[in-house]
């Protein structure tokens, strides 16, 4: 089929040095868990077992709280915001010169194309970094009153889909607003959030500002329900997400909540139709699927379905599926055992329904987790791949006739985190722009970011923003 | 009435109530007909005709399906019940479209209307025990809020200056159903500074007045149902509301509760009930209504929706 065969290309993984194992990073030092044990951090494309990771218990959710709070009290809340700014520039500074580092660690830990880690995450990291650096000393303009004051304490709680970038989301804004941190990587990528704590003692940032606690699901929830956090933000499922919430009923805790979505990308009859297959592919297939604003059902004009669908498949038959590290893959490994099972347990409940399956004919790796690019066509509404998050790469097709159905398919779901639109006539996009309950609508693009572009949820996809200055409101006591 | 008139309450008060300016409710005969049972009896041998206490839902007023009452000030009050609730999260559910689609001029307009009408019933108010700098304060709350509704999606929301060749804009826009607990301490001003802030930006409410004033509450109705604002923006329910509160927490159609009148235990039970379908939840603190309210309440229940486009020629 191909003209030319792809040569392999693999990054080196050379850059990394990776210890066999790791403490926890609490007021400054990287220490033994008192009571906790051990979790094994795998690299989901290989099994290869990369390290080992302390399992934080509750004796060292305390330390690292009372670390956060004397931080708090002592350096971070009196220090003047233009000397916090300073801390947050020179650490956006060190991840533009170790990004390398990170990006080869982030797709050895989470099973992210190199091309993404390299391309998308790390950068956007540095520019959360340096973007709300310039906030340090400026929170009095940001719309909060002439002296917003910071919250103290923040517990926040992280997913596995985009570790670092996840973790920029929390710290960035939590530092410049005064707040100290104890952030929670999740158990199958804690990786770059440790050595983005080597970073935070190379800038020379003051013990106890940023702790990071390594863990699973026990460890968070008791770092969020404890009694002496200001603040809790978590990035995760909608389950957990109203665990937590009912965790902080009650308290004087300020929650926000980054959780899942069901986005619907909507294509007409007159849109482009190459360049909405490459965002389509870019919706559901960039980092496997696993993005919370991934636009997971693809409401097609009935006109164009024929031909847009196999145009789409035309495309994904040439996704490159397989080692992460190989610069020319596109699709990389499934983050866990677990997720795979996941992703497979409603695709097969897909077909069981009655929709059509297609996946290309790609060879997938022997060791590891992967699951080939699949489409659903034939979807209704009330199927489970046309409900539920499957955080794959599993796109589920189903077709409108008019704006007024395309609106109500969309908005037919309890999330609401983003959306798509494809058509080449504004008047059109502005309306449904205005019609889609979602906190992000991309129009003739998708899975777009920026440190300066607010990010969040409508409905059951959570609340609260970040990014922004609206990301900003969340760590300060206003 | 000359639209001058309209800027100073006292001439508002006496060009309205053609009949007298007087404070001395009882020798006026408007008083007599907005049915205090003490006022008809203190004036002239004609009998008065009672106003009769009822549900605000979907524009109407119906008494609780359920047919319960109870007594405040010896008039029987509806008592509303988990129905009337439901009914009216699906009056609200419904205006929301229509109200929430309407221009910010118009929302603006509608809610400073509510305002004239309030001064309308200034004496009505004042009968029912409301203190005047109170019914003062209500009405300059609307009149406040009316005009937030075209002035604060400049404030919150804008062009972001991304990295790349986006246009990028983010507008605030209304959370949807809200469920209100209106204060307990503050009749009027209190409801009225639960209510508006959540309307004036196009969120539709279903509000729980207050278990001991229910006849202002239901008043208030009345000038809302007589100021333009379409039927199910506002709903607002007499009652206990420790009885049908929960349900309104729980209920998979609403958005977002303000939990401005429930006592502590309550309103974390109630703050747990909502984490089901993930309300948003602005938690009970000690108010002074009289102050300065900010925009706490606005913000509370409007969401950031982000819109991205390409440019290219």
Redesign the interface.
């Known amino acids: 089929m191909a003209a030319f065969e792809y040569a392999p290309a693999p990054e080196s993984r050379s850059v990394v040095e990776i210890k066999p194992s790791y403490g926890l990073f609490i007021d400054g030092d990287f220490t033994s868990p008192r009571d906790g044990g051990v979790i094994k951090t795998v690299n989901p494309a290989t099994e290869e077992i990369l390290s080992e990771v302390a399992e934080a218990g509750e004796a060292d959710v305390d330390r690292a709280v009372a670390a956060a709070r004397a931080a708090f009290a002592n350096v971070w809340g009196p220090m003047p915001g233009a000397e916090r700014a300073k801390y947050l520039f020179r650490i956006a500074r060190l991840i533009q010169e170790r990004a390398r580092e990170l990006a080869v660690l982030e797709t050895l830990d989470n099973g992210k194309p190199i091309k993404e880690s390299r391309d998308v995450d790390v950068p956007l990291v540095a520019?959360h970094f340096f973007y709300y650096a310039g906030w340090a000393d400026k929170l009095g303009h940001a719309?909060f009153g002439p002296a917003p004051r910071a919250l103290g304490v923040a517990a926040q709680v992280i997913p596995w889909n985009f570790p670092l970038l996840m973790l920029a989301w929390k710290i960035a804004p939590a530092l410049a607003a005064g707040n100290t941190v104890v952030l929670k990587p999740a158990e199958t990528t804690p990786l770059t959030a440790l050595l983005f704590a080597e970073i935070c003692r190379q800038a020379e940032l003051p013990a106890g500002v940023v702790n990071i606690v390594t863990g699973a699901g026990a460890t968070g929830r008791y770092l969020v329900s404890h009694p002496d956090v200001n603040k809790v933000a978590f990035t995760g499922s909608?389950g957990v997400?109203?665990?937590i919430?009912?965790a902080v009923?009650?308290t004087?805790k300020k929650l926000t909540?980054e959780?899942g979505g069901k986005a619907a990308n909507i294509v007409f009859d007159d849109a482009p139709i190459s360049q909405a297959v490459e965002g389509i592919v870019n919706g559901i297939f960039f980092n496997q699927g696993h993005v919370c604003c991934a636009g997971s059902r693809l409401l097609v004009q009935e006109p164009i379905a024929d031909e847009l669908i196999d145009a789409l498949k035309r495309r994904m038959s040439q996704l490159r599926v397989g080692d992460p590290l190989d610069k020319n893959t596109d699709v990389g490994a499934i983050n866990s055992a677990a997720q795979l099972a996941r992703i497979t347990e409603l695709s097969a409940a897909g077909a069981e329904e009655g929709a059509e399956r297609w996946e290309p004919d790609c060879e997938l790796p022997s060791q590891g987790y992967w699951f080939r690019p699949t489409l659903f066509t034939g979807v209704s509404q009330s199927h489970r791949i046309a409900q539920e998050e499957i955080f794959g790469p599993v796109l589920s097709v189903l077709t409108f006739r008019t704006p007024a159905e395309a609106i109500e398919k969309a908005n037919n779901t309890?999330y609401g985190l983003s959306a798509g639109i494809w058509t080449e006539k504004g008047s059109r996009?502005l309306a449904v722009?205005?019609k889609?309950?979602?906190?992000?609508?991309?129009?003739?693009?998708f899975n777009?970011f920026?440190p300066?572009?607010?990010?969040?949820g409508?409905?059951?996809s959570?609340?609260g923003?970040e990014g922004?200055r609206?990301g900003l409101?969340a760590y300060l006591d206003? | 009435m000359s639209e001058l008139t309209g800027q100073n309450p006292d001439a508002a008060t006496r060009g309205q109530n053609r009949a007298s300016r007087s404070e001395l409710t009882g020798q006026n005969p408007d008083a007599a007909t907005r049915g205090q049972n003490r006022a008809s009896r203190s004036g002239s041998s004609r009998l008065a005709v009672r106003k009769t206490y009822k549900l605000f839902i979907g524009g109407a007023f119906p008494r609780s399906e359920s047919g319960r009452t109870y007594v405040v000030n010896d008039n029987n009050v509806a008592l509303a019940s988990r129905k009337d609730l439901r009914d009216a999260v699906v009056a609200a559910r419904k205006a929301f479209p229509g109200w929430s689609?309407a221009t910010a001029y118009n929302r603006g307009q509608v809610v400073y209307r509510i305002a004239e009408m309030a001064e309308a019933r200034r004496k009505e108010f004042k009968s029912l025990g409301v203190p005047s700098d109170e019914v003062d304060a209500a009405i300059d709350r609307l009149v406040w809020y009316a005009g937030w509704s075209d002035k604060i999606a400049q404030?919150?929301g804008g062009a972001?200056?991304?990295?790349?060749p986006?246009l990028?804009i983010?507008s605030p826009e209304p959370?949807?159903v809200v469920g209100v607990l209106a204060p307990a301490d503050s009749a009027l001003l209190g409801l009225v500074s639960v209510v508006a802030p959540a309307i004036v930006t196009g969120n539709t409410v279903v509000v729980l007045a207050a278990e001991a004033h229910p006849l202002v509450a239901v008043t208030f109705a009345e000038a809302l149902a007589t100021s333009d604002v379409p039927g199910g923006v506002v709903n607002l329910l007499t009652g206990r509301p420790a009885e049908t509160a929960p349900w309104l927490a729980s209920h998979a159609d609403v958005?977002a509760l303000d939990l401005a009148g429930a006592a502590?235990d309550l309103?974390?039970d109630l703050?747990?009930a909502?984490?089901?379908?993930?309300k948003?939840?602005l938690?009970p603190a000690p108010a002074d209504w009289h102050a300065d309210p900010g925009l706490?309440r606005l913000?509370a229940f409007l969401?950031?929706?982000?819109?991205?486009?390409?440019k290219g020629v």
């Open positions: 520019a719309g909608t997400g109203r665990e919430a009912r009923a009650g004087s909540l959780l309890p996009i722009a205005d889609l309950r979602a906190g992000v609508v991309w129009a003739n693009t777009k920026d300066t572009s607010p990010f969040g409508y409905k059951e959570g609340y923003r922004g609206h409101e206003v | 689609g404030v919150l972001n200056p991304v990295a790349g986006y990028n983010s959370t949807g958005n502590t309103a974390r703050e747990i909502a984490a089901g379908t993930l948003r939840v938690r706490t913000t969401e950031t929706k982000t819109v991205w486009h390409p």
